[in-house]
């Protein structure tokens, strides 16, 4: 994705955001780019001085990424359960960051510990219970492979950190094509 792709999708999350927070009518973006088409997923977090405030996204997508993209933007400032008692209020947007992370398909690996911190993101599922983390969580977080995977297991799934290890757990990698911006820079 070159950067006038990527820029038009942060000035999507952008708008979609304003207006869900502000509940202002929400915009509908459309674009002519095969590349803003592509039916794949993304997720949309949202930050304010390095604190999260939201991240919400899809692994797959029958909608159209710049769509996608609206959709995600307004879940995460709006959705995200982790901020029901505390929402991202109109005052705050100009001190909002947001980061868009494009994804690659899902890849089953067999050896979890094959996944590249930073480079891959890992999505877990045992039965109904799943998480995920994105790629950066890695880099944010200074785990190891092994701490990234228990992680994940135990915060995100509501799984035992080792449940990575068990046949019947299924780990995916994912990579990411992140970037992101300063939404008064947008």
């Known amino acids: 994705m070159d950067n006038e792709q990527k820029n038009i999708l942060l000035k999507t999350a952008k708008q979609t955001i304003t207006a869900a927070v502000n ?19 993304c ?30 933007a307004i ?10 008692d505390n929402p991202i209020t ?6 909002l960051t947001i980061e868009i992370s494009v994804l690659s398909p899902l890849q089953l690996t067999k050896n979890p510990l094959d996944l590249k911190l930073g480079t891959h993101g890992i999505f877990i599922q045992k039965g109904p219970l799943s998480g995920c983390f994105l790629p950066q969580v890695a880099t944010e977080t200074g785990w190891s492979k092994q701490q990234f995977l228990e992680n994940c297991c135990s915060h995100k799934a509501g799984l035992n950190p080792d449940a990575w290890k068990n046949p019947n757990t ?6 990411a094509d992140i970037f992101s911006k300063d939404f008064k820079d947008i």
Request: proline share 8%; aromatic share 10%; hydrophobic share 30%.
């Open 23 to 41: 509940e202002n009518k929400i915009p509908h973006p459309q674009s002519d780019d095969p590349q803003l088409n592509a039916l794949q997923g």
């Open 43 to 72: 997720f949309v977090t949202i930050k304010n001085a390095q604190q999260l405030r939201g991240c919400i996204g899809q692994f797959t997508s029958k909608t159209p990424l710049i769509k996608l993209i609206s959709e995600m």
């Open 75 to 84: 879940a995460s400032s709006t959705r995200d359960p982790r901020f029901f």
């Open 90 to 95: 109109p005052n705050e947007l100009n001190y």
């Open 170 to 175: 299924k780990v995916y990698l994912f990579t």
